[in-house]
């Protein structure tokens, strides 16, 4: 099945045409190119800022979900994975700086095996992407949960060990020529009580230009992060929406409507918000949001995903895993493959 096809199958436009026509207007000295997404058929919100004075690789990782409905990845997920994973090493031979917003693997690339998850060749696949890089990174040690810190070390001695240089930026600025490139304090992953540890954001300032990166906020869930993202008055923020496929069972209703507040506050100020990750894995996140896409109009902005402001159609993969494998079915070898699934050592799926 040919991609066209697939976006004509799985869209959902989050802006109306006379909306796009103005997409990206705000930003004329930054450029800012999402690479791969909840909208573009993945787990990660890589994305790619270019200025007059640098080139930044935000959260160089990318990840499938290895079961979602009690199924796998179907092949179209690997096929979109596998290409995104060489858009993402392209990207990254442009660029001279690389973030590390936390130690999650669909926001930095590990240096072992894995083609079901990451989609990682060994140290091979790290090394495209950090290699000569100036890597600026969540503190390893402060404000961390136990798996972050030991897969921050395992960074350190593996994919960081071919960086120009790995830097701590939590709270840290860093100037480029003209370009400042700021980033945050360390907010919680979500909610203020979060167990999934914390995350630096980031603002890339260009004269009165500014684009912020908020990955992993979930909505934002936690009125602190609100406030920093309100206080750094973005013209164009890419920020990680509220989980709502979780609701109920691993996230509190209550936890999710304070998040869906806050997003409706920050729709209400930034003139355009890419809606982007945990709320995208929700196949009904539009309707579950309708009144921040309310807010936006009432306020003559604007609320899309990385794959609109880009100007490509939407694919979503995994909230509609159920229906890949039922409109189109898997080979044979690939159900032989799925058996191995538990295998150290497993190998390429069969696409």
Known sequence: MSQTLVGKVFTLRAVTPKQELNMGAELKKIKVTPLASESFGVRSMCTLVETPDVTVLLDAGISLCPY????PPHPLEFQTIQRLRQTIAEAASKATVTTISHYHFDHHTPSYEDWIVNWTDGTETARQIYQNKTVLAKNPKEHINASQRQRAWMFQKTGGKHAK??????????????????????????????????????????????????PDVQGPMATRTTELILAAKPVVIMLGGPPLYLAGFRVEEAQLEL???NLERIVAAVPTVVLEHHALRDEAWQLKLERVFLKAQAAGHRVMTAAEYAGKENVFLESKRKQLFKEHPVSEEFKQWTKTLSDKKITKPPL
């Open 68 to 71: 979602r409905f009690n199924l």
């Open 165 to 214: 240089s790995v830097e701590e930026a939590d709270g840290k600025t860093f100037s480029f020529g003209e370009t400042r490139l700021m980033f945050s304090e360390a907010v919680v992953h979500g909610s203020e009580d979060s167990m999934l540890g914390w995350v630096i954001m980031a603002v890339v300032e260009y004269g009165q230009e500014r684009f912020m990166f908020a």
């Open 259 to 261: 998040g869906i507040r």
